[in-house]
DNA sequence: CGAATAGTGTCTCTCAGACAATATTGC
DNA sequence: GCAATATTGTCTGAGAGACACTATTCG
């Protein structure tokens, strides 16, 4: 290929009305279970647009930060959330022209499952931090389209734990069917029969895998329960079907 | 909030070193089901980079344009593929930030299911395109990250077929039961057994609705077939699950 | 013991997969 | 008739939901 060509091709490439700036930032979704309630972290935005308004917590994307890599930071730096005892998965991508009032950009939301964690702290660019029942979050308050995008999460969330053995990243690394049962309960907001519950999860190869010890009685008594990890299952067969 | 105040936190927004400057493109990854084979829209770069190389067609969001705008847009240009005749939903985001060696760009691809159509033309940007067997896409030739999109893109498509009526999108408005199965054997690549499938797409509330008529049978002979319309299901209960 | 929680067993119904049998076409 | 495709029916086993019953703790 004739030197000149390549190189006129090549600043075709760079003619500045073919690439308008965008911004993108990310946001998170942290979803967790506190007391059979399913909450999302939610943090009160210091600076402007949407100052004072409750927000989802997020931030740029720097020069040469991977989008994930940007999100884990912003997660650990903004609500103490560590990475390790989470799960983060990519939930889409929004970028309606009007949904940042200062200039067009594209946010990449990340959705997170939390186990229940101590209150958070609040981190840089935001004054307050805190856990919020998904059903008492006034959608039209939020900044931005960030009611879209909870919205988006909490659905996801839903479809998941019927596919996949993501339910035991909202409990503590030895947990209890019962444990695995509220966390279902609270995300779904349905009450689960406890027997079939048990026997569903139990028996669906790799979901569980039992300790070999038992958990100590709720106040009240009951009989202890069996303790068990998540087993390395990827995908549940059978899955755990939603009634509908 | 004091004028003063409130015209600083605004400003504080537009610190340059807090938007580092992206650009954003969407791709498609367009699926058909042609002769029982799945099969993706390719097009040949006519400029760098990859120049020459075979890609996913895609292009630059403009300004104020909305993602699935710019997704539509660009698959009715480049590829002749019209929007009402197909399935678009936003399939997330690919931000490495070396995936494009001439800046930080964020693509964010879209899956498309088309009906079987006429070769598409050539439109801007590309100088060959055409429908590749999925199977037969030599995935270390795809410019950027391509060979990953597709097979999210691939991956996406079978699991929804499990769980949504939209393998109908692959079909004309009228089809066949065969047809249907057609799309998919070819998707998940798997034989399905012609008799348990019937009595399955038929048996499901609001995936298929009879038409009234019989399709002509083809070469070679066979009792015709009825013809059915698509039902208005969102979901599909019960779910075509994959044998596993 | 009674209340509370954990876990097992049993029954019925739906549905998936295997495959026999019948129906309607072209040749 | 024969090959090819469509459609219905029948059987078996897995699994979901309802719910009786047993087990183990606290008070």
Redesign the pocket.
Known sequence: MPQGESEREFLKGYDPRAFPPFAVTVDMVVLTVREGVLSVLLVERETHPFRGRLALPGGFVQKDEDLEAAAVRRLEQETGVRRDVAHVEQLGAFGDPRRDPRMRVVSVPYLVFAPDLPAPTPGTGASWVAWVPVRAVESDRLAFDHAAVLAAGVERARAKLEYSPLATAFCDEEL????L?RVYEAVWGVP?????????T???PGFLVPVGR?????????????LYRRGDAQQL????????
Chains 1, 2 share one sequence.
Not at 176 to 179: L, M, R
Request: charged share 25%.
């Open positions: 209890t069917v019962a444990d049962r689960l029969d406890p027997r079939n519950f048990h026997r569903k139990t028996g669906t038992d958990s100590q009685p709720g106040p009240g008594g009951g009989r202890p329960a069996a067969h059978p899955a755990m079907l939603r009634p509908h």
